[in-house]
């Protein structure tokens, strides 16, 4: 009555495996003594066992242990084992325990553990939060950075840390995640809530490069195997709850549905045609002006007197950014920016710059591209005469959006 299929009952034995080696040895770790002479020895193991399977089976190097990065070489080296080992175990323990019917009890046992094993974890991620650690506010070295020279996950880190709210947020609800997995009653509705939050740590860590995309997927994968018991009510409750007609009449019934399409479909339309049109307009299709690029202010000359990039003329001008074609920033070397409203004239060579915040401030700018990395300025501002020299900046410079994505992170490259 109770027989579980074979492809059911192997896949127990191998999953059963794989998180006994994933997870071992919480919680005996937790026991004061206990947990130093069993966690001693199972970490030699593996210290001994990762990097021989690297260089004999991968031929690669896994000589950088984990450390704040949990993605190192060394990390799949030891999941790939960890699958081999786990695959052995359910090969051997499937012909000696073939005759079983059923690991409902076994089943259950090993819920109740990856279920702790979970909870600890959303403890521990939530509480890190909540007492803001994990995201510490912007230092000040961050602060006098720029967003170019930063890595994704370094933006990540000083999003979070900007806002100790929101850490304090996301926090608490790891925190209730991991509260509802402790008592049997409320661990699907635990699972569910971990499930939730666990796919946007996941994401974030995928997106934004960071190197624990090894773990928090593993604990995704957990928070699966906790709810997947419950799967069948949630199908039963949500969807065999019985609902009132808002019409009894066939023909009002019909309409109403062709009128709820019709609707849905106008969402649809406008939500894509949108979405489109705020793409083409600043987005990655988006126009760009025939002058696109970081243009370094190297030479400044103001009524016949040069003026060299000193970090002490604060409002001389640093550099020229164009991107859309409508929008021109000036920085000045004081690092702050000036933005203006510009219409590039490509048969003249004119510049028609208006100050975004101070529609009185407009000035006309001659330019001319002697090559494709220098751009001269000449025109008046402000009733002085202006020539200026523009060397373009290599765009390879700025880290945010040259880093890419990493499945092997040796270190944290938090910057």
Not at 89 to 112: G, M, T
Not at 115 to 128: D, V
Not at 221 to 238: I, N, Q, S, Y
Request: overall charge positive.
């Amino acid at each position: 009555m109770n027989d579980w299929p074979p492809a059911k009952r192997i896949g127990f034995r191998f999953l059963f495996a794989y998180f006994v080696l994933y997870i071992f040895p919480f919680p005996l770790d937790y026991i004061p003594y206990a947990g130093d002479w069993l966690s001693a020895p199972w970490q030699a193991m593996w210290n001994a066992l990762v990097p021989f399977a690297a260089r004999t089976v991968f031929h690669v190097t896994a000589d950088v242990l984990p450390n704040g990065s949990g993605d190192t070489t060394w990390n799949y080296v030891q999941v790939a084992v960890m699958l081999a080992m786990a695959a052995v175990i359910a090969l051997i323990w499937s012909v000696l325990d073939r005759k079983r019917a059923n690991y409902i009890r076994l089943h259950q046992y090993l819920h109740a553990y990856v279920r702790f094993f979970l909870a600890q974890s959303m403890f521990t991620y939530g509480f890190a939060k909540v007492i803001p650690s994990q995201f510490p506010p912007p230092g000040l070295d961050r602060l006098v950075g720029t967003y170019g020279a930063s890595s994704p996950m370094g933006v990540l880190w000083t999003f979070m840390g900007t806002s100790a709210g929101y850490s304090i947020f996301t926090g608490a609800a790891e925190l209730l995640g991991g509260i509802l997995l402790i008592p049997r009653r409320t661990t699907l509705l635990g699972a569910l809530v971990s499930i939730g939050v666990l796919s946007n740590v996941v994401a974030l860590n995928f997106f934004y490069d960071v190197p624990v995309k090894l773990y928090s997927a593993h604990l995704l994968l957990m928070a699966m195997f906790v709810a997947a018991p419950g799967v069948p009510h949630l199908f039963g409750f949500f969807l065999r709850i019985p609902t009132e007609p808002l019409f009894t009449k066939r023909w009002a019934h019909i309409g109403a549905l062709v009128f709820r399409s019709l609707i849905v479909g106008m969402f649809v339309y406008i939500g894509v045609t949108q979405s489109l049109r705020y793409v083409r307009q600043t987005g990655t299709v988006a126009s760009r002006s025939p002058l696109r690029g970081v243009w370094n202010v190297d030479e400044l000359v103001v009524d016949g007197t040069p003026r060299p990039p000193l970090v002490t003329d604060l409002t001389r001008w640093r550099r020229f950014v164009f991107d859309v074609p409508v929008y021109n920033s000036i920085y000045l070397m004081n690092d702050s920016r000036v933005r203006y409203m510009v219409k590039v004239d490509e048969k003249k060579k004119v510049l028609d710059y208006t100050n975004r915040d101070e529609p009185k401030d407009k000035f006309l700018l001659t330019y001319a591209r002697p090559d494709p990395k220098t751009l001269q300025l000449d025109g008046t501002v402000d009733g002085r005469k202006i020539h200026a020299v523009c060397h373009l900046a290599d765009a390879k410079d700025f880290l945010l959006v040259n880093r890419g994505f990493h499945w092997i992170n040796e270190r944290p490259f938090n910057r």
